[in-house]
């Protein structure tokens, strides 16, 4: 069964940190591109960041420049954003997914470019 599973998500106080990853089973990540997406209640899902397969290449989005970092262990079949400096507005649920499409680089933002989703993760960042 291909999955993807994330974790990491939780509560956190404004200007704090979390990790966030996102494992594979069922498949190898080494031919994927994976991107971050998340989705705040009553929002449509937004592109957060995306890495491409050999990890070369990183998009994000103007709103966690600076504060988020994507990254890739092939080996451990996982991908991984750092989120710091959190703010309210960062609270949302976090999905991975994982992107076979050539075009995927210059289209990270596009849901449809995704073959595989999560299920996602929670983060909320109040005080």
């Known amino acids: 069964q291909l999955q993807l599973v994330e974790s990491g998500g939780g509560l956190v106080q404004p200007g704090g940190s979390l990790s966030l990853s996102c494992a594979a089973s069922?498949?190898?990540?080494?031919?994927?591109?994976i991107g971050w997406f998340r989705q705040a209640p009553g929002k449509e899902r937004e592109g957060v960041s995306c890495?491409?397969?050999?990890?070369?290449?990183?998009n994000y989005a103007d709103s966690v420049k600076g504060r988020f970092t994507i990254s890739r262990d092939n080996a451990k079949n996982t991908v991984y954003l750092q989120m710091n400096s959190l703010q309210p507005e960062d609270t949302a649920v976090y999905y991975c997914?994982?992107?076979?499409?050539?075009?995927?680089?210059?289209?990270?933002?596009?849901?449809?470019?995704?073959?595989?989703w999560g299920q996602g993760t929670q983060v909320t960042v109040s005080s």
């Open positions: 069922g498949f190898t990540l080494d031919y994927y591109a």
């Open positions: 997914a994982a992107s076979s499409s050539e075009t995927v680089v210059a289209l990270w933002q596009r849901l449809n470019e995704y073959d595989y």
């Open positions: 890495i491409s397969s050999n990890g070369a290449r990183t």
